[in-house]
């Protein structure tokens, strides 16, 4: 496992990145998939910095753009963005399902052989690609472009920590500390989260079952281009405890310490009253010692059945078979007209 930064890589991005696209274009192929929300003026730049990206560093590639219920005009500029260029796909969900649910629908719609995710603000340069897929090529299966500095508030930077210890737990792997949405890997992992159905999706633990393989190089981190972040520090904390209550026993076994810690306060407690009363000859006098004890065991309890809670409302979601995604409309080049010898492949379900 390489959990580590290369220090050998601190260098700057641009330069390197400029000089791996200057190369002549190697026979692989790939598809990017950017989860797309409220982004209408910032996509046409997005696909004017990847398209001199793609073309030196891949001899077939593709863009898959999930429109993840968007509500400012994103799909016509997607719709539009097809029509100009045939390379260009694009997948409009039914509603708002969140951003690994969308790049779950890109990556399942995926028809080339590496896979690099990236956010639809700017704030991952495009130009960093040829750095990811050269580390692939050491023999990684997941490269993530982890930010030399983020660029959010002081909330934000916290919650993100916190999601990162709780993608820690989820994942059993230290590279949890250096994930971002800018990532590489190779697209047959998707192979083993195939019939995954569920509606709470962490795409970085999906990975995990099918590699160990994971590392992560520094890239700058740009200040959002328009407008603001739509992950929240609520939203970040509401991903967190999906993570950790749907694809980790963690919690439980948090509780199963917590149980076991007032246990032996409760032996304290008793081997307490019981010494008083043979030294004193009285026993513990007055209604707030009970009263005490009885809140701190009745609250140790709530919290225990709190989590069983939480597993038990995942159960039940997934009985109800609510899926992480569904597709309104799906717009393409025909297949004759793909981009640099991309192959056909049918819309994602």
């Not at 704030?123 to 960093?128: F, G, L, S």
């Not at 990162?164 to 992992?189: D, E, N």
Request: aromatic share 8%.
């Amino acid at each position: 496992m390489h959990g580590s930064l290369d220090p050998a890589q601190s260098a700057s991005t641009a330069p390197s990145a400029a000089a791996a696209a200057a190369r002549p274009a190697p026979a692989r192929s790939l598809s990017v998939v950017v989860p797309v929300f409220n982004s209408a003026t910032i996509l046409p730049r997005l696909v004017e910095r990847l398209e001199p990206v793609l073309r030196a560093n891949a001899a077939a590639y593709e863009l898959i753009l999930v429109d993840d219920g968007s509500s400012d005009g994103s799909w016509q500029v997607v719709e539009e963005l097809c029509r100009a260029r045939p390379w260009v796909r694009g997948v409009e969900l039914m509603r708002n399902y969140g951003q690994h649910n969308a790049l779950l629908c890109g990556i399942r719609a995926a028809r080339h052989a590496l896979v690099v995710t990236i956010d639809d603000d700017l704030q991952h340069p495009p130009e960093a690609i040829p750095l990811l897929l050269a580390e692939l090529e050491r023999g990684h299966d997941v490269v993530y472009g982890a930010p030399r500095k983020e660029r959010h508030g002081v909330l934000r930077d916290l919650a993100s920590q916190v999601t990162k210890l709780a993608l820690a737990k989820a994942m059993g792997a230290p590279i949890a500390r250096q994930v971002s949405a800018f990532r590489a890997f190779r697209t047959a992992l998707r192979d083993a989260f195939a019939g995954y159905d569920g509606y709470y999706v962490s795409i970085d633990v999906l990975l995990t079952w099918a590699t160990t393989r994971f590392t992560a190089i520094p890239v700058d981190h740009a200040p959002r281009q328009d407008g603001v972040s739509n992950y929240t520090v609520k939203k970040l904390v509401t991903h967190a405890m999906n993570m950790m209550t749907g694809f980790s026993t963690f919690p439980l076994q948090m509780a199963s310490l917590v149980g076991f810690g007032f246990t032996l306060f409760g032996l304290a407690v008793l081997a307490y009253v019981i010494g008083r009363y043979l030294v004193q000859g009285s026993s513990v006098p007055g209604f707030p010692f009970l009263a005490s004890v009885i809140a701190i065991f009745s609250g140790a309890q709530l919290f225990a059945l709190g989590i069983i809670g939480e597993y038990l409302a995942r159960v039940h979601f997934r009985t109800m078979n609510r899926p992480p995604y569904a597709v309104r409309e799906v717009s393409e080049a025909p297949p004759e007209t793909d981009a640099r010898g991309g192959s056909t492949g049918s819309p994602p379900a």
